[in-house]
């Protein structure tokens, strides 16, 4: 059973031709499938369309109890998905549902996660591209022993082995593309066109993408740390031989070095109290999200297996 999940945080201009759409394409696919809905605190009318969608069968909704963000939003999918696989794809329709199957024919043919790549940013503005290029980039450099694939969106299929591997994990900051790319197993892109937001606004503001890129920092690597431990090191010593230079002088002026110690330690103060901050989410243990309600019944579990990938049959 292939489980599609769909974040949804202020749809309603756009979620009646989505649903159509994507009801459209799993009509053609020849295995089970179920389609769960996850309300992320919608304040239009967002959740009066799901809870119509929810009266047919094979359709869900979990409506979130606030606005916990896409990432929470994407774990509360994570744990109630019925399915052997999940995909995720978003409802403003630039990720076009009609590439599932292609997506579904990687799977079944052995790939354990199957990532849409965008083909290029044409339909970005300048500044928006040269941030993501310098984001993925900076993420690959953190990022360690492994690579965060550039241009991979949330528009995803996940196997049963990484998604078993995903509700493992305990931490409470969940970067999905990190985390995800962290998992390694049978990964293969697929290069696709982005299409056009088809209504409304995108949620991604100039803060909320900062912020993200933040995240993705914090839960990906510890290197920053490492590096200022280095340089404060090597800041030490360099200050130590300057004083002693100056004393056998006599001309001793500290002004100027007390005051460059003084940025350096308060920039190395922030970083650490961020660090902090993300160890302290964790220790609270307090849920990713809170479900308000769920609309809809949970499907029933097909009575014969997901098709074998080739590569487990030549095993067997």
Request: aromatic share 8%.
């Given at each position: 059973m292939l489980s599609v999940v769909i974040c949804c945080y202020n749809e309603a201009k756009v979620l009646p031709i989505f649903h159509k759409r994507l009801m459209a394409v799993l009509k053609t696919l020849s295995i089970h499938?179920?389609?769960?809905?996850?309300?992320?605190?919608?304040?239009?009318?967002?959740?009066?369309?799901?809870?119509?969608?929810c009266q047919t069968p094979g359709v869900r909704c979990l409506n979130l109890s606030r606005n916990f963000g896409k990432e929470a939003a994407m774990v509360a999918g994570l744990d109630y998905a019925a399915g052997n696989a999940v995909l995720f794809i978003d409802a403003d329709l630039q990720d076009p549902p009609e590439l599932i199957p292609l997506m579904v024919h990687h799977w079944l043919a052995g790939s354990d996660i199957v990532n849409m790549q965008r083909r290029s940013r044409l339909s970005d503005t300048s500044s928006k591209r040269i941030s993501a290029h310098l984001y993925y980039k900076l993420m690959n450099f953190l990022a360690d022993k492994f690579d965060v694939p550039a241009d991979v969106s949330d528009f995803r299929l996940i196997g049963p082995a990484p998604l078993a591997a995903l509700r493992a994990m305990p931490e409470r900051t969940r970067f999905m593309k990190g985390l995800i790319s962290w998992l390694g197993f049978n990964t293969?892109?697929?290069?696709?066109?982005?299409?056009?937001?088809?209504?409304?606004?995108?949620?991604?503001?100039?803060?909320?993408?900062?912020?993200?890129?933040?995240?993705?920092?914090?839960?990906?690597?510890?290197?920053?740390?490492?590096?200022?431990?280095?340089?404060?090191?090597?800041?030490?010593?360099?200050?130590?031989?300057?004083?002693?230079?100056?004393?056998?002088?006599?001309?001793?002026?500290?002004?100027?070095?007390?005051?460059?110690?003084?940025?350096?330690?308060?920039?190395?103060?922030?970083?650490?109290?961020?660090y902090l901050g993300a160890t302290l989410s964790e220790v609270r243990q307090r849920p990713i999200y809170l479900l308000n309600n769920l609309l809809g019944e949970a499907p029933k579990r097909p009575e014969h297996t997901c098709p074998t990938p080739p590569r487990e049959q030549e095993k067997h």
């Open positions: 499938h179920e389609v769960l809905y996850v309300n992320d605190g919608s304040r239009d009318g967002t959740l009066s369309l799901l809870d119509g969608y293969i892109e697929l290069p696709y066109d982005r299409e056009p937001r088809s209504a409304g606004l995108s949620k991604w503001g100039p803060l909320a993408l900062i912020d993200l890129g933040i995240e993705g920092v914090l839960a990906l690597s510890r290197k920053p740390l490492r590096w200022f431990s280095l340089l404060s090191l090597v800041i030490f010593v360099a200050t130590l031989v300057f004083l002693i230079h100056q004393m056998s002088v006599s001309t001793v002026s500290s002004h100027h070095v007390i005051m460059g110690i003084a940025a350096f330690i308060a920039l190395g103060i922030a970083m650490i109290g961020e």
